[in-house]
């Protein structure tokens, strides 16, 4: 595809510019990430009306370029390089029409950098009912810069925007908004002739920017250290200084431009919501409703489409089973690629209702009213109120989770969410509590509708919650950092959903999920597949001619001589000795080596562990799966004692492993990507994996 025009959209968080990228784009999207960073970027192709594409980036929502994250500071070197790849030909400057002059604030300093800019004024109708009238024209002229009044969430105005794209070879670069020599003389004449920079703000940038900026050699570093010493420059009162200049450009401007005819009826309309949903007491109830009703469709609304997934595969696999020739390549598709495909792609409903409700939250301006109400609780315990969204995104699974930690400003506060998210009780853990929980509670109801089983599941979700912020209590004491946590959130008026951005958004956090942890999960699979189904020369053969004599010497069926001889081979596999290996040092646990070789492969993926149990128990295909897997467990025998091998111990001791273990490789592949740093995942892996051990240990001998 030829690209004709590199087009970046900028403007403050919730002015509407996702709505705008979703405009001009459609469907016609990708997300990635900003080369040499964890940072998202997206971008989309418009076709503009004399049928040129221009490619279309949406940068991180900022409301200056002093970055206080990773997604800010992104912004400046994107626009600071011209040799980076996402250095755009024009700026689209989305700004709220019924709060311009906080959004002009940024829009000086982008004008500043002599970028050609448009500005899309976004919000109009919402302006009008808050009684602000706009002399676009007027305002234009001020600026010298082109107005294009929109409503992105409508679609108005997308097409005069396109047309103003195609005309952007005749926009004349705006004018310097303030006296930028005057701030700190002599110094942008010096960085101009040391740098070979032309542009005045850009000297000025490098100055007080220079350990945000990557692109900069060491040598240029240091003489940039040079200069701050040289011209006594403290970068916090230099940039109150100018905004303090670039507010008085901005109260001229618009003087003539923007009046007010009565009080903003919008403003209050939210504010009366928000007397209830923000209520110290009755918001936390509401907000524990919704959190009720997203879990119950997380696990109600999502099991006919898994149901639905998990069916398709295994008619699938039936079908190649049937069809493809015998041997080696058919078992690893049918038995390794398949199921490792299906572990991955079961659980994209309850990942897309996630999202959707994420999605929804945040369009109606709800969810910031939830990060404001939580700061105030997350921060004693070393979080604040943006590690909400990761938090509650872990009940699904803590991979989509970790990558929305990005929002949160602080390096701190970031990196112990990440630490504490994969304890939350995600989807994958379910399965292996339904089976666990089964085995050792009763099937016995309290006052008649009340099941004790749903209490003990209810209770393991409880323990995910409690325990992620008594770590993250523990951590705040133990990570350092010389910058102290703060959190700034502007909150947005309430209103309706997007439904075409909720169903975008939910497309493209499935898509994430499916391909990043995807190919991890399905490439372990099969690693685990072939130790499972291979061992030593020899071993195999002498299992089955051993079975074939018990066959012919004792009157034993040929389906229970398959399952004993599957279960025979599973223990002289590769797999077989790494769980005789590990034994000794889970046996302290209550656990054999045949939860062992479960414990190792579900580190691929935690419900890997019902699938290995029923191979390891020999379960037959009756029509109830689940039954028959607790009828075989129920029946293990301790060969050495001659006791079961499921007491109550054994399995509380399990549950208490599977809440604490880091049995996901693809969360760690997540946070090494995320952190850019081998030592987080490592730390993550050996606290949580020490947790489950010494708990484990502890339960386990506090029962039996």
Excluded at 135 to 155: E, H
Aim: glycine share 6%; with cysteine; net charge positive.
């Amino acid at each position: 595809m030829k690209i004709d025009y590199k087009v970046a959209l900028i403007g403050n968080p919730n002015t509407g510019k996702s709505s705008l990228f979703n405009a001009m784009t459609g469907m016609n999207q990708k997300v990635g990430n900003f080369a040499g960073v964890t940072v998202e970027k997206k971008t989309g192709f418009a076709k503009l009306p004399d049928d040129r594409i221009a490619q279309v980036t949406d940068l991180p929502g900022t409301y200056s370029l002093y970055p206080k994250s990773k997604d800010e500071a992104i912004v400046l070197e994107v626009l600071a390089d011209t040799q980076n790849s996402g250095h755009p030909d024009l700026l689209i400057f989305i700004a709220d029409a019924s709060n311009l002059k906080r959004n002009l604030l940024l829009y000086t300093q982008v004008a500043d950098l002599k970028i050609p800019v448009i500005i899309a004024l976004n919000m109009m109708d919402m302006a009008d009912r808050e009684g602000i009238s706009i002399n676009v024209d007027a305002l234009s002229k001020k600026l010298g810069v082109r107005v294009i009044p929109i409503s992105a969430r409508k679609g108005k105005g997308i097409i005069e925007l396109k047309q103003a794209i195609v005309e952007a070879t005749h926009i004349p670069l705006q004018a310097d908004t303030i006296d930028l020599n005057a701030l700190y003389p002599g110094l942008i004449t010096r960085v101009k002739h040391d740098f070979i920079v032309t542009n005045p703000y850009l000297a000025l940038q490098l100055v007080y920017q220079y350990p945000y900026i990557r692109y900069l050699t060491a040598i240029e570093i240091s003489k940039l250290k040079q200069l701050e010493n040289e011209y006594d420059i403290n970068p916090s009162k230099a940039q109150a200084k100018e905004t303090i200049a670039r507010y008085e450009f901005i109260n001229d401007v618009l003087y003539d431009t923007v009046q007010r005819d009565s009080k903003p009826s919008q403003e209050n309309y939210s504010n009366r919501i928000d007397k209830v949903l923000t209520h110290k007491i009755g918001g936390f109830l509401i907000f524990i409703l919704i959190l009720f009703l997203i879990f119950q469709a997380i696990f109600t609304w999502a099991r006919i489409p898994m149901d639905l997934i998990s069916i398709s595969f295994i008619y699938l696999t039936d079908l190649l089973s049937e069809h493809l020739p015998p041997g080696p390549l058919t078992q690893l598709v049918t038995n390794g690629l398949l199921p490792g495909l299906s572990g991955v792609l079961v659980f994209i409903p309850q990942i897309a209702i996630l999202f959707i409700f994420i999605s929804i939250l945040e369009d109606t301006g709800y969810m910031a009213r939830v990060t404001f109400m939580m700061d105030k609780i997350m921060r004693k315990v070393g979080l604040n109120g943006k590690s909400v969204i990761p938090i509650i995104g872990g009940l699904a699974c803590a991979v989509p989770s970790i990558m929305s930690t990005r929002s949160i400003e602080n390096w701190k506060d970031r990196i112990i969410t990440i630490l504490v998210t994969p304890l939350i009780t995600c989807s994958a853990r379910l399965p292996v509590y339904t089976l666990l929980i089964s085995l050792i509670v009763p099937q016995r109801m309290i006052w008649g509708f009340i099941s004790l089983q749903g209490i003990a599941l209810m209770m393991m979700y409880f323990l995910g919650f409690f325990s992620a912020f008594i770590v993250a209590w523990v951590m705040k004491k133990i990570i350092k950092s010389e910058r102290k946590g703060y959190f700034i959130m502007e909150l947005p008026v309430y209103q309706w959903p997007r439904w075409k951005n909720v169903g975008l958004t939910m497309l493209q956090k499935v898509k994430a999920f499916a391909f990043q942890a995807g190919k991890v999960i399905i490439a372990v699979s099969i690693i685990l597949w072939v130790m499972a189904n291979y061992a030593p020369p020899g071993r195999f053969a002498a299992i089955e001619r051993y079975y074939q004599t018990q066959q012919s010497t004792k009157k034993v069926t040929t389906g229970e001589i398959d399952r004993l001889v599957a279960s025979a081979k599973l223990e002289a596999s590769y797999a077989g000795i790494l769980g005789k290996t590990i034994e000794p040092i889970i046996r302290p646990l209550g656990y054999d080596w045949k939860i062992g070789i479960a414990l190792i492969t579900s580190f691929a993926a935690r419900e890997v562990f019902v699938g290995t149990m029923a191979t390891i128990y020999s379960a037959d295909g009756d029509s109830n799966h689940q039954e028959a897997i607790l009828q075989k467990i129920k029946e293990a025998k301790n060969p050495d004692s001659g006791l079961p091998v499921f007491t109550t111990a054994v399995g509380f001791s399990l549950l208490i492993f599977y809440a604490f273990a880091m049995q996901c490789m693809s969360t760690m592949v997540v946070v090494y990507k995320e952190t850019n740093a081998l030592k987080w995942p490592v730390i993550q892996f050996v606290y949580m994996t020490s947790l489950a051990y010494l708990l484990s240990f502890g339960v386990y001998h506090l029962l039996k």
